[in-house]
């Protein structure tokens, strides 16, 4: 026993003069705290057997320092430890996914070999590893081939996997249980301030004369440590400068930086999904998914599908009532995506109009609010497919002025009444407000109706609107008081 003794004082003097700690970040704020949670949770806490956890987050979000935090608090718990950076821009194809697997064995088992192949390398793990308690944690993994050839089942009982990743689902395939994810969600409220106050102050709080607006900023900011960071630097050498505060509260989630990382996530998406996640961030935010789906169902093939991975690599969330919510920051990633890259295929805003851009033809998506003063007579888009006004009194708007293959029309508090017996392919009809029936009933490709309000004069016109609209499909009613039949 004595021997035993003395090898397990070696080894771990060894491993303590062998290693060096990562550098987690210039100012780990709240990592340590979170990293002792999941520690506790996923690394000591945890059965005997091989567990895998995961860290899950959007680009910027500290999954990769939160991830360091954790390997130099346990490393010397373990046989041996490895930490695999940036394995999705490493690997680009199966050669460097082969370096990979040399860097593993060699930082678990002193292996200076060759690694011919992925299946070499495989075999090399289940020789070399079938012994070892290890620590191995895998940095932005995002395909399935590099779970197969990193993260198998050839690690010995008491090893821990830790994965961070954008996309759930590769957390699922490489044998994470959904109760070992950890969902990055940004940092508490003083952290942030904290964290904010670290780059733009150099110290742990913001000068007392912007403290007020240091909190509006990370406020805005989500916890988003990585936004933090960059707005923070910027207003290092501004102190003397309120007007270049102010400007940065009103911009603050548009620093390019931010969206180079953020725009990862996005350039991976199929040209349908990228639609459709567009189209959240313009004009779908806090709405029910219910209706925007039967909306792309006229367009693409696989709708739930592109959800589904939207929902799965955190660009889009769907909450347990069926409704879109997305970060600050990935929405106005997505509309400046929209307005600089898709030739101004999506109009959200009234400024869009009057900067010039009302003559043009490729717009298919496009919402006017009542602050707009451009002329409604300038609507008309030949390419138009959804069209939503609010608050807008539509005064000498006449069926001509909408495309006859317009989908999706949605009105909002418009009081005058509307002429609509020249649109022929209309599948979509949101009335929202104190709105005029009169020719409704002319729209007989009407697929979905939605009423919100009391129409003055609807219970009257509901019966003949009903039997004109043959393709109606779904009807809902909301507050309508005067409506008894």
Known sequence: FEAQLVKRVVNDVI????????????????????????????????????????????????????????????????????????????VADSVCLTKLQK????????????????????????????????????????????????VGDWLAPGSRVVITSRDKHILHVAGVSPECIHEMSGLQTNEGLQ????HSFLRASPSPTYEAFSKRIVEACKGHP????????????????????????????LHPKIYEILKISYSGLSEEEKEIFLDIACFFIGEHKRYPIVFWKSMYRSVKTAISNLSLKLLVRIDDKGVFHMHDHLRDMGRSIAEKEREGT??????????????????????????????????????LRFLHLK???????????????????RLQNCEKPFQSSLVRNVWF???????????VDNIWDLRIMQVDGDIPSFQYLLFNILGNLLQLQHLELRNCRNLNK
């Open 429 to 439: 009809f949101a009335i929202q407000g104190a709105f005029h029936f009169s020719l």
């Open 195 to 198: 964290l904010f106050s670290r």
């Open 391 to 409: 608050n807008l009194p539509l005064d000498g708007i006449t069926p001509a002025m909408l495309p006859p293959n317009l989908m999706w029309l």
């Open 15 to 90: 491993k303590t003069l062998d290693r060096v700690s990562l550098e987690v970040a210039k100012h780990p704020v709240g990592m340590e705290r979170i990293a002792e949670d999941l520690i506790q949770k996923f690394i000591l806490n945890s059965e005997g057997g091989l567990v895998k956890s995961g860290i899950l987050g959007i680009g910027g979000i500290s999954k990769t320092t939160l991830a360091k935090a954790m390997f130099n608090q346990v490393y010397a718990h373990f046989d041996a430890a490895s930490f695999v950076f940036n394995v999705r821009t490493t």
């Open 103 to 150: 860097q593993i064995l060699k930082d678990l088992t002193n292996y200076d070999g060759k690694v011919h192949s992925v299946e070499k390398g495989i075999s090399l793990f289940r020789d070399r590893l079938g012994g070892k308690r290890v620590l191995l944690i895998l940095d932005d993994m995002d395909g399935r081939e590099q779970s197969e050839a990193l």
């Open 346 to 383: 999506r109009l959200w805003e009234a400024v869009h109009l009057s900067r010039g851009e009302s003559n043009n033809n490729n717009i298919s998506r496009l919402r006017l609010s009542g602050d707009n003063s451009q002329r409604l007579e300038t609507l008309y888009r030949p390419g």
């Open 226 to 253: 990585l936004s933090l960071e960059v707005i923070g630097s910027l207003l290092y050498d501004k102190k003397n400068d309120p007007d270049c505060w102010t400007e940065a509260f009103h911009n603050v989630a």
